[in-house]
């Protein structure tokens, strides 16, 4: 197993720069496996991923590499968990709002608290796993 194989999904799709045709297939195979392939993407949509990943081994192309780009970010919306998904909302007000918190404290390295991404993880999960009576 290489490195490549264990890289998660979003890494996969932002390094997906370079739009090689393994790069295409693993991510086809993710969506296939997820059921978001069918479900988020047209019909024209999956035959441009399908034929490039058979016709092409690296998309040198700028105006066919904008189109899979704009497919890719389609399917990756489609993909996210909930947690990621609270976590660009609700979470990420948290972590704004309890940074400024330790601020006015006097606390200086809050600052960094709300753009940490594991600390936004762990007040959504917290948040998720606290029951609604409890919740402000």
């Given at each position: 197993?290489?490195?490549?194989?264990?890289?998660?999904?979003?890494?996969?799709?932002?390094?997906?720069?370079?739009?090689?045709?393994?790069?295409?297939?693993?991510?086809?195979?993710?969506?296939?496996?997820?059921?978001?392939?069918?479900?988020?993407?047209?019909?024209?949509?999956?035959?441009?991923?399908?034929?490039?990943?058979?016709?092409?081994?690296?998309?040198?192309?700028?105006?066919?590499?904008?189109?899979?780009?704009?497919?890719?970010?389609?399917?990756?919306?489609?993909?996210?968990?909930?947690?990621?998904?609270?976590?660009?909302?609700?979470?990420?007000?948290?972590?704004?709002?309890?940074?400024?918190?330790?601020?006015s404290w006097g606390n200086r390295s809050a600052q960094g608290w709300a753009k940490d991404p594991n600390f936004i993880q762990y007040l959504t999960i917290a948040l998720m796993n606290t029951p609604s009576m409890f919740r402000v």
């Amino acid at each position: 197993m290489t490195q490549r194989d264990i890289l998660p999904l979003k890494k996969l799709i932002e390094t997906a720069g370079d739009l090689t045709q393994a790069n295409l297939a693993e991510i086809r195979n993710k969506a296939l496996r997820r059921g978001v392939w069918f479900r988020v993407l047209d019909r024209t949509e999956r035959a441009i991923l399908s034929l490039t990943i058979r016709c092409v081994e690296r998309i040198k192309s700028p105006r066919l590499a904008e189109i899979v780009r704009a497919i890719l970010s389609k399917l990756r919306e489609a993909m996210k968990g909930r947690v990621e998904r609270m976590m660009e909302t609700t979470g990420r007000q948290l972590a704004q709002k309890l940074s400024q918190v330790a601020q006015s404290w006097g606390n200086r390295s809050a600052q960094g608290w709300a753009k940490d991404p594991n600390f936004i993880q762990y007040l959504t999960i917290a948040l998720m796993n606290t029951p609604s009576m409890f919740r402000v």
